[in-house]
């Protein structure tokens, strides 16, 4: 099932059901997004279970899916980052997170600032084409598409060519601000 907004906010009214999905749908790759700052498995797995309770006390305060995530995201990385700080047998390679922050923090920032502007552009785009360009990154093929909006697979093909052509023609011209960004960053 792929997540939306409106999952995110029966969570916040006490939907375990729908909670129990989101979880299943999260835990694996924010397990392994924890593993690739602690190096250890089942720690990795500990933190992501404490998230989730985390987030499920805090449940009310999200509405859209994109804060849900960027919430367990930035805390996993806060607590990550913590606990990395306190145990001595990952001091190595603390030292070299916190040597090479400045350098994380600009690419972050790109990535970010990329993020968004993809955002933005994609909320530009028409409702059917933004819905039908939406599942596509998503991992959905035109068939898919095509069943879960209930229109032809022609429509679909159609549709999406044009939304990944307008996308290309409006990104490209804020490229070079990136560029730009990326180079008085650096």
Same mark, same amino acid.
């Given at each position: ?25 999260? /835990? ?8 690739? /700052? ?32 960027? /919430? ?60 039908? *360009? ?18 032809? *697979? ?25 560029? *730009? ?6």
């Amino acid at each position: 099932m792929n997540l939306r907004n409106k999952h995110i906010r029966q969570i916040a009214k006490g939907d375990v059901e729908i909670f129990k999905l989101f979880y299943e749908s999260l /835990f694996q790759p924010l397990c392994v997004f924890s593993y690739t /700052f602690l190096k250890d498995e089942r720690e990795a797995q500990d933190l992501t279970q404490d998230l989730f309770l985390t987030y499920w006390n805090k449940k009310s305060e999200f509405e859209t899916l994109d804060l849900a995530r960027a /919430f367990l995201y930035k805390t996993a990385k806060n607590r990550c980052f913590n606990i990395l700080r306190t145990q001595k047998i990952h001091q190595k390679y603390s030292e070299y997170v916190l040597n090479n922050e400045q350098s994380y923090i600009k690419q972050m920032i790109i990535e970010n600032e990329t993020y968004t502007l993809l955002h933005q552009t994609i909320n530009a785009l028409p409702s059917q084409t933004k819905r039908i *360009i939406r599942l596509s990154l998503a991992g959905l093929k035109n068939k898919e598409i095509a069943d879960h909006l209930n229109i032809s *697979i022609n429509t679909v093909k159609t549709l999406k060519g044009h939304g990944y052509a307008t996308l290309r023609q409006k990104l490209s011209r804020d490229m070079l601000a990136l560029t *730009i960004l990326s180079v008085l960053l650096n």
